[in-house]
């Protein structure tokens, strides 16, 4: 493998995007909608002490979006594009390698998409320099080291999506199908794992029973009642008080916890897991990353089937609702305890998108390979 091969490849590929008016165009429109993102989340997050950190974790999710939407358009046809052209042919009877072929539109549809995660820098700038410029002891500060991992889990997303979309062209003949599948793949990443997450924790239920205090007078004492079909049972208490009455119920629980593994692999999950979290004084995140990170983390959790800490609400101590609303901490830990108790799961999702990105690459590469005994129907050959 030659890096001056691969440099003038991608030179070669970069040379090609440049001359085209297409790209600045979408170049333009890129900047245009990140940036109408961003203004939006200073209107989201404005007059709440941490504008800044919001503004600037809803322009990274806007960038990350657009990325994952424009990114396929230039690298899903990398391959059969140029196969398609004629021009794949005269570069494979070089001293190129298949290998080196691939690496280079892999390189030059990464950097592609660099450029555009360039562009929308200064948006990103302007909404962390904002965050610091806010004045008053109540606002909040960014984390120091949120642009820079933010920054960087970019760039690896943009390569991911590039790695999936050169990979398939190389794979799938025509460039109309390699694109829908890359976009295909990158939806099922997004919207996908999602989906999979939310049907599966509202498919599986446990049951959940609880054990409250009620005056007499307002339940009947029924013995034949079953709290499984969801009836409150009544259980009087006279060895405590007369008018002392145990109400026990059944409910479902929904068990997302035996689920949340599966987002491990979006890439907004991804991003929202390894950027360090800020807090405000109650210990609850004040931007987009943490608020999604603290969702995540407490669907680790598996639900609560029997309050055992209120096993004899008769017992004279203040009632669930009581503590609940006196906000005890011990019982109930707040946003940061949840998430600093929790399984960081960023560096999985990570390494499944990367495992499946060089699958794909080594796939494609296989079917790229010259002399080839058998090609796809359809393909041109020189």
Request: glycine content about 10%; overall charge negative; hydrophobic content about 45%.
């Amino acid at each position: 493998m030659s890096p001056a091969r691969i440099g003038v490849l991608v030179g070669l590929e970069l040379r090609q995007r440049a001359r085209r008016a297409g790209f600045y165009v979408l170049l333009g429109i890129f900047f245009v909608v990140v940036s109408a993102i961003t203004l939006l989340g200073l209107l989201v997050f404005s007059g709440s002490g941490s504008v800044g950190s919001g503004m600037y974790s809803i322009a990274v999710y806007g960038v990350l979006l657009m990325t994952v939407l424009v990114t396929p358009t230039f690298t899903g046809n990398a391959v059969n594009g140029d196969r398609a052209d004629a021009t794949l042919a005269p570069v494979q009877v070089t001293l190129a390698t298949t290998t080196e072929i691939l690496l280079a539109k892999l390189f030059a549809g990464w950097a592609t998409g660099l450029v555009y995660l360039l562009a929308a820098l200064p948006v990103l700038l302007f909404a962390l320099v904002w965050g610091y410029a806010q004045p008053g002891e109540a606002a909040v500060q960014p984390h120091p080291m949120t642009l820079l991992v933010s920054v960087v889990v970019l760039i690896v997303e943009i390569g991911v999506v590039s790695a999936i979309g050169v990979g398939l062209s190389a794979v799938i003949a025509r460039p109309l199908f390699s694109v829908a599948a890359t976009y295909l793949i990158v939806m099922l990443l997004v919207v996908g794992t999602l989906i999979a997450f939310g049907l599966g924790g509202f498919a599986v239920r446990s049951d959940r029973s609880t054990l409250t205090e009620s005056p007499t007078e307002v339940y009947s004492t029924d013995p034949s009642c079953d709290p499984a079909v969801g009836e409150a049972c009544t259980i009087p208490r006279p060895d405590v008080s007369p008018d002392c009455v145990e109400v026990l119920r059944t409910s479902e629980a929904y068990r997302f916890d035996r689920f949340w593994w599966l987002l491990a692999a979006n890439p907004f999950v991804v991003l929202a897991d390894a950027t360090p979290t800020t807090y405000d004084a109650d210990g609850y995140p004040v931007d987009l990353f943490g608020q999604l990170k603290y969702g995540i983390r407490t669907a680790q959790h598996a639900p609560q089937l029997v309050d055992d800490d209120w096993s004899d609400p008769c017992d004279g101590e203040p009632p669930h609702g009581d503590e609940w609303y006196g906000g005890d901490d011990e019982q109930y830990p707040s946003a940061r305890d949840e998430i600093e108790g929790s399984v960081p799961s960023w560096f999985v999702g990570l390494g499944v998108q990367i495992l499946l990105a060089g699958g794909l690459m080594v796939w494609g590469a296989v079917r790229t390979r010259t002399p080839a005994r058998r090609t796809p129907p359809g393909s041109r050959i020189a």
